[in-house]
């Protein structure tokens, strides 16, 4: 029978059989260790600082795409209104026309002699047409005196008149140029 000592150890241990260094070459070794870990250190910090920071460069790229798109659409909201602001202002330009251009019609009808009568009115921006008829060429010239008095009125002009064979009396046209 074999016997076993379990006291002592059967492993045996080995020993790197390295010759023992210097004290200057442990120096620099430990230097040189030192240095290896510092240097991995550093680098381990730098990739985190710059993984974070290309993290944050993209967020921010994210971040002004919507400012982007956001800008664009108050532009557009910019241009919407201004054309919205020109609409509103010819709309109240219209508003307050009709009762001006009213009052001005109303004048002029009011210079017309008793034997004149109108049949047709255009206005335009800068001038107005009148046709009508009369009994008598007299009052139609008295007609456009009258009319050439009137305060809207820069000129008067007569376009064209004729004797009016179908109703009596002689039919006229009239220009009138407006007062800017």
Do not use: C
């Not at 335009?124 to 009125?153: F, K, N, Q, T, Y």
């Amino acid at each position: 029978m074999k016997r076993v000592d379990y006291l002592r150890p059967t492993v045996r241990r080995f020993r790197l059989g390295l010759a023992p260094a210097s004290a200057k070459l442990r120096h620099a070794l430990a230097a040189l260790s030192l240095m290896a870990f510092a240097v991995g250190t550093t680098a381990t910090v730098e990739a985190g600082r710059l993984a974070g920071l290309q993290r944050a460069g993209v967020a921010l790229a994210e971040q002004l795409a919507r400012a982007d798109a956001g800008a664009a659409r108050a532009r557009l909201l910019q241009r919407e209104l201004a054309r919205l602001r020109g609409v509103a202002l010819r709309v109240a330009a219209t508003r307050r026309s009709g009762p001006a251009e009213a009052n001005e019609i109303a004048a002029l009808g009011n210079r017309l002699p008793p034997d004149v009568w109108l049949t047709s009115l255009r206005i335009a921006p800068d001038a107005i047409a009148l046709e009508g008829r009369s009994a008598r060429l007299e009052a139609v010239a008295a007609a456009m005196r009258a009319l050439a008095r009137s305060p809207h009125v820069a000129e008067a002009r007569l376009v064209n008149a004729h004797e009016d064979t179908l109703h009596g009396g002689v039919a006229y046209a009239i220009a009138l140029d407006r007062r800017p």
